[in-house]
């Protein structure tokens, strides 16, 4: 089989290649968008708006504040935050302070918490007030030196600001007592309003996030990604969805979560290189609010599962006609197969595409999508993006690549693929080897370059038994797929 039979499927105007990439961070990425627009919205959160201009600021604040508390660079700063205005103001800070951004989902139990942040050996963390609790009742069996809380209301509206103070706060769980020596996250920003950007050199080749994946054993470890890394997925998505999204103008909705792969070096970092502006779903599974947000914002991309898609379609507010789809041009869609009735009547009611897309943590994002323009053939998880090579290993020996339509462990080859497990370099070793990243998924990859998966990735705490019963695998990653 031709080395990369999928290159001559690609649609008119996607590069074969983006080499060289250019030797830039996020940081620098953003930088560029506020100085051609500084006026411009970064983000929209629930009625209000943050600009280019002041979100520099407060990134530069927020860095010089964390520095205040002791964090040091290539320290780890967890984040336990849903998708907000602090999640990815949180980011940007970490990654001028020089350190690493762990975000980490809020929702994890005490214990699940503990692990994380011995794990990654956090400094500090920054938790929305609901979460602050928990964080306190494990801080002193972890390395973490400083809690900073924030209360989503920070960036809410004035009228919807005091709503939440009435009716939610308490009940909700928002209103604390900040413990002794910790910090509010307004508090460093006023502390810090007029402090230069910490003098940190930040490389593209240092360390900007670990994300949490089940890996080849059972316990969640940190997959270690560089800056240049995100640099290079949100180029290669970019390049990819270039035939119809357009830089500036086209709205990028994060549904997905900002702790995960998806979400964080997905989404959000198309949304930096497209220099759009980042819708922000602080829950995807409150549908009114993803709904409403549609209608009001617009926005032309956004990632999800297909329950989400179906339950969008089938909402009152869509069903009755107040609510139109038809700003979505490109949706993608994971982490489950996606029927064909789904993708068809979700593609007629928005006049855009769906497309399934198939990835790992451990790949950061480096990903196969159906095309944009071209076939989408039914069951497949797309062709392999921009610099992004697939094979088809044999299963049992890791070795050789099998032909067109013959089943085996699918391998990626990139340039952006994770750099390590944070510490475990016998799991890095098991997982990276020879520069191909071994999924532990099978499929096959079809004569015009299409990938089809033969078995998907079982969800957390699914087991499998082969036919006489001997356990083969439990899954505990974070992975996306569908097809199949």
């Not at 336990?80 to 994890?108: D, E």
């Not at 640099?231 to 390049?239: E, F, G, L, S, Y």
């Not at 549908?287 to 969008?312: E, N, Q, R, W």
């Not at 029927?339 to 950061?364: D, I």
């Given at each position: 089989?031709?080395?990369?039979?999928?290159?001559?499927?690609?649609?008119?105007?996607?590069?074969?290649?983006?080499?060289?990439?250019?030797?830039?961070?996020?940081?620098?990425?953003?930088?560029?968008?506020?100085?051609?627009?500084?006026?411009?919205?970064?983000?929209?959160?629930?009625?209000?708006?943050?600009?280019?201009?002041?979100?520099?600021?407060?990134?530069?604040?927020?860095?010089?504040?964390?520095?205040?508390?002791?964090?040091?660079?290539?320290?780890?700063?967890?984040?336990?935050?849903?998708?907000?205005?602090?999640?990815?103001?949180?980011?940007?800070?970490?990654?001028?302070?020089?350190?690493?951004?762990?975000?980490?989902?809020?929702?994890?139990?005490?214990?699940?918490?503990?692990?994380?942040?011995?794990?990654?050996?956090?400094?500090?963390?920054?938790?929305?007030?609901?979460?602050?609790?928990?964080?306190?009742?494990?801080?002193?069996?972890?390395?973490?030196?400083?809690?900073?809380?924030?209360?989503?209301?920070?960036?809410?509206?004035?009228?919807?600001?005091?709503?939440?103070?009435?009716?939610?706060?308490?009940?909700?769980?928002?209103?604390?007592?900040?413990?002794?020596?910790?910090?509010?996250?307004?508090?460093?920003?006023?502390?810090?309003?007029?402090?230069a950007r910490p003098a940190i050199?930040?490389?593209?080749?240092?360390?900007?996030?670990?994300?949490?994946?089940?890996?080849?054993?059972?316990?969640?470890?940190?997959?270690?990604?560089?800056?240049?890394?995100?640099?290079?997925?949100?180029?290669?998505?970019?390049?990819?969805?270039?035939?119809?999204?357009?830089?500036?103008?086209?709205?990028?909705?994060?549904?997905?979560?900002?702790?995960?792969?998806?979400?964080?070096?997905?989404?959000?970092?198309?949304?930096?290189?497209?220099?759009?502006?980042?819708?922000?779903?602080?829950?995807?599974?409150?549908?009114?609010?993803?709904?409403?947000?549609?209608?009001?914002?617009?926005?032309?991309?956004?990632?999800?599962?297909?329950t989400f898609y179906i339950g969008?379609?089938?909402?009152?507010?869509?069903?009755?006609?107040?609510?139109?789809?038809?700003?979505?041009?490109?949706?993608?869609?994971?982490?489950?197969?996606?029927?064909?009735?789904?993708?068809?009547?979700?593609?007629?009611?928005?006049?855009?595409?769906?497309?399934?897309?198939?990835?790992?943590?451990?790949?950061?994002?480096?990903?196969?999508?159906?095309?944009?323009?071209?076939?989408?053939?039914?069951?497949?998880?797309?062709?392999?993006?921009?610099?992004?090579?697939?094979?088809?290993?044999?299963?049992?020996?890791?070795?050789?690549?099998?032909?067109?339509?013959?089943?085996?462990?699918?391998?990626?080859?990139?340039?952006?693929?994770?750099?390590?497990?944070?510490?475990?370099?016998?799991?890095?070793?098991?997982?990276l080897r020879d520069g191909w990243?071994?999924?532990?998924?099978?499929?096959?990859?079809?004569?015009?370059?299409?990938?089809?998966?033969?078995?998907?990735?079982?969800?957390?705490?699914?087991?499998?038994?082969?036919?006489?019963?001997?356990?083969?695998?439990?899954?505990?990653?974070?992975?996306?797929?569908?097809?199949?």
């Amino acid at each position: 089989m031709e080395r990369c039979p999928w290159l001559k499927n690609y649609d008119k105007g996607v590069p074969r290649t983006l080499k060289p990439y250019p030797p830039k961070t996020m940081i620098d990425i953003v930088d560029e968008s506020a100085r051609a627009r500084p006026y411009r919205a970064v983000l929209f959160f629930q009625g209000s708006r943050l600009l280019y201009a002041d979100f520099i600021r407060q990134s530069d604040a927020l860095a010089a504040g964390l520095i205040s508390l002791g964090v040091q660079k290539g320290d780890r700063v967890a984040m336990l935050l849903p998708n907000c205005p602090q999640m990815i103001l949180g980011f940007h800070a970490i990654w001028k302070a020089g350190a690493i951004a762990v975000p980490v989902n809020p929702l994890y139990t005490e214990h699940e918490m503990e692990h994380a942040l011995n794990e990654v050996g956090a400094a500090a963390v920054i938790a929305l007030t609901p979460f602050y609790t928990a964080v306190k009742a494990v801080q002193a069996r972890t390395g973490v030196k400083a809690v900073i809380a924030t209360n989503v209301k920070e960036y809410l509206p004035a009228h919807m600001g005091l709503l939440f103070t009435l009716v939610k706060e308490k009940k909700e769980g928002h209103r604390i007592a900040l413990q002794g020596g910790d910090a509010w996250f307004q508090d460093l920003l006023r502390k810090f309003k007029n402090a230069a950007r910490p003098a940190i050199e930040v490389k593209p080749s240092d360390a900007a996030v670990i994300l949490f994946s089940g890996g080849t054993a059972g316990t969640p470890k940190g997959a270690v990604g560089t800056h240049q890394a995100l640099v290079m997925t949100a180029m290669q998505i970019k390049a990819w969805l270039s035939p119809v999204l357009e830089e500036w103008y086209d709205r990028v909705a994060l549904t997905m979560p900002l702790f995960h792969v998806s979400g964080c070096v997905g989404a959000l970092g198309l949304a930096m290189v497209n220099h759009s502006s980042c819708v922000l779903i602080p829950d995807p599974r409150d549908l009114t609010d993803v709904v409403k947000s549609i209608k009001k914002y617009k926005p032309a991309c956004m990632t999800g599962v297909p329950t989400f898609y179906i339950g969008i379609m089938n909402h009152p507010l869509v069903k009755s006609g107040k609510v139109a789809l038809e700003s979505l041009k490109l949706c993608i869609v994971g982490a489950a197969p996606l029927m064909a009735e789904t993708k068809k009547r979700f593609e007629s009611m928005t006049g855009g595409r769906l497309l399934e897309g198939y990835t790992m943590t451990e790949c950061m994002q480096a990903a196969t999508l159906n095309s944009v323009l071209g076939e989408n053939k039914e069951g497949s998880v797309g062709l392999p993006l921009p610099d992004v090579i697939i094979r088809v290993a044999d299963a049992e020996t890791g070795r050789g690549s099998k032909k067109a339509g013959q089943p085996g462990e699918i391998c990626f080859k990139a340039p952006n693929l994770m750099k390590e497990y944070w510490q475990q370099p016998q799991e890095t070793a098991d997982m990276l080897r020879d520069g191909w990243l071994y999924s532990g998924d099978t499929g096959y990859i079809d004569e015009d370059g299409n990938l089809f998966l033969h078995r998907r990735t079982l969800l957390d705490g699914e087991k499998t038994k082969s036919s006489d019963g001997k356990f083969l695998s439990i899954a505990t990653g974070n992975k996306i797929y569908s097809g199949g």
